[in-house]
């Protein structure tokens, strides 16, 4: 294995990816890695991995298995991580032993709610209405601040709508508050929006950097259902939230691939939600959709190669293929639904199972 700081870093059998979370993410990463010629090592827990399917050598270990992640980072020139929520001592270990990206300082922001909400504040992003919550009294105290509904989230480990509620002023605080766990939260306002928006940008460590077309998306319980690209802002709105989207990226001297979720509220302004370190189920369309997917973007910010223009081909609609959508023959008689099935063993309702990418141009 070799430790170089010196990029790019070219694909021989000796440069080995290290891809942390053994998900659907970690697949596609892994495939587009294998693609580019660089070989892949996985770490995870044991369990239904649909990214062990594709890589070359595997690490089973726990999120906190400081042994297994030194091993593991022992044989890579750098790792990067599907999974969010990786415990941040677990990054900050890695990160000593080898090159992290993005790096655990973004994680770590990521992970926390109100971490990200402050970071998306410094960045000049607006964001909903928001109180930390640290017990009941301080809900009590905060929801006399809404005017209207709000969304209890827990401030971190939340992820497909898990983790949150809906509460309002004649809602149960003990109840709402305990059915979350009594863990520190997040009180948002609730947005009427008109639309829920996802931008991309990514840096490579050459310095390259820009954005995909955005994303239009539509969720059913919390959960995205639907995706339609590329959509389009007011030019002068989308310069501004590139400008911030930038801003938020040097904030954290990130590289790799960053999704940025938004509304856009009735108005037609732009207010942020949250941030994804990683690839992102949103722009799941490039892969067939754009002349470079976000996972050979990905590959190419980590190994320090440019990335220069991204574009997509005509108009593009994702869909989520969510518990038994997957045994649903008619997904499968149309071959202009390009289906990218995930191979996981077990279907649950409202596991991610596969997606199709349509071209609707
Ligand atoms: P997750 O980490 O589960 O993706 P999000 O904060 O993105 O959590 O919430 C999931 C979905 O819930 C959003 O995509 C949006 O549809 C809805 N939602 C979240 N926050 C708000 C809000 N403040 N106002 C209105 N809808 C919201
Ligand atoms: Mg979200």
């Keep these: 294995m070799t430790k170089v700081n010196n990029f790019p870093i070219l694909p021989n059998d000796e440069n080995v990816i290290g891809i942390i979370g053994g998900g659907q993410l970690g697949k596609m990463i892994a495939l587009s890695a294998s693609r580019a010629g660089y070989k892949t090592h996985l770490y995870c827990p044991k369990g239904d991995n649909p990214a062990e399917a594709v890589v070359d050598k595997i690490t089973y270990g726990q999120w906190d298995d400081y042994t297994k992640l030194v091993e593991f980072s ?5 790792a990067t991580s599907e999974f969010e929520n990786i415990p941040s001592k677990s990054l900050e270990l890695l990160s000593n032993q080898t090159k992290v990206v993005p790096s655990s300082l973004v994680f770590r922001c990521a992970q926390i709610r109100s971490k990200e909400k402050e970071m998306a504040l410094k960045s000049g992003f607006n964001t909903p209405k928001w109180f930390l919550i640290k017990n009941t009294d301080d809900l009590i105290s905060s929801i006399k601040n809404l005017s209207k509904e709000g969304i209890l989230k827990t401030n971190s480990l939340g992820y497909d709508g898990k983790g949150q509620i809906k509460i309002d002023k004649n809602s149960n605080f003990f109840e709402a508050w305990e059915n979350l766990g009594s863990v520190e939260c997040v009180l948002e306002e609730k947005l009427e929006f008109k ?24 969720h059913e319980n919390g959960i995205l259902k639907k995706t339609t690209a590329p959509t389009y802002l007011d030019s002068n709105i989308e310069i501004e939230i590139k400008t911030k989207a ?7 001297n990130f590289y790799g691939v960053l999704a940025i979720e938004l509304f856009e509220l009735l108005d037609g302004s732009i207010v942020f939600n949250e941030i994804a370190p990683r690839p992102h189920n949103s722009f799941h369309w490039t892969l067939n959709g754009c002349n470079i997917s976000q996972f050979d973007v990905l590959v190419r910010t980590i190994c320090g190669l440019p990335v220069k223009n991204v574009e997509c081909n005509g108009k ?7 518990g038994q959508d997957v045994n649903d023959m008619s997904i499968y008689e149309d071959q202009n ?25």
């Design 74 to 78: 022992n044989d890579v020139f750098c």
């Design 246 to 252: 930038k801003k938020l990226a040097q904030n954290l």
């Design 195 to 218: 639309r829920e928006i996802s931008l991309m940008y990514f840096k490579s460590l050459d310095g390259s950097e820009g954005f995909f077309p955005l994303s239009e998306n539509f």
């Design 316 to 322: 593009w609609e994702m869909i989520n293929l969510i």
């Design 337 to 361: 639904y390009i289906l990218h099935i995930y191979g996981k063993k077990n279907v649950k309702p409202g596991r991610k199972m596969g997606h199709f990418n349509k071209n609707i141009s």
